[in-house]
């Protein structure tokens, strides 16, 4: 089994940056990726970006060149920076576990609690 702890969410100003912190313990042999996940408010979860084990990167396009993803591999810990946030980036944001097909992330259904993200204007 994984589990999935999620920290750093808050309330931050437009313009202002976050980072995201996901510790991952237990192990399971398909897993081979991570991933940061949100849900706003009445909108479907969506992914915001991913990484591999090799250091594989995909990002949403609303996210592209203000948030950065990042793994210690050593701490088994899961980063996401976030820059110059906006309000629509408000949202609960959860980790995941999953792997990569074909350059394309896809969840094996491991879960964090979520960590909410608040973006003042």
């Known amino acids: 089994q994984v589990q999935l702890v999620e920290s750093g969410g808050g309330l931050v100003q437009t313009g202002g940056s976050l980072r995201l912190s996901c510790a991952r313990s237990?192990?399971?042999?398909?897993?081979?990726?991570m991933g940061w996940y949100r849900q706003a408010p009445g909108k479907q979860r969506e992914l915001v970006a991913a990484?591999?084990?090799?250091?594989?990167?995909n990002y949403a396009d609303s996210v592209k060149g203000r948030f950065t993803i990042s793994r210690d591999n050593t701490n088994n810990t899961v980063y996401l920076q976030m820059n110059s946030l906006k309000p629509e980036d408000t949202a609960v944001y959860y980790c995941?576990?999953?792997?990569?097909?074909?350059?394309?992330?896809?969840?094996?259904?491991?879960w964090g609690q979520g960590t909410q993200v608040t973006v003042s204007s």
């Open positions: 995941n576990a999953g792997y990569y097909s074909s350059n394309l992330y896809y969840s094996r259904g491991y």
């Open positions: 990484i591999g084990s090799g250091g594989r990167t």
């Open positions: 237990g192990s399971a042999f398909s897993i081979n990726a």
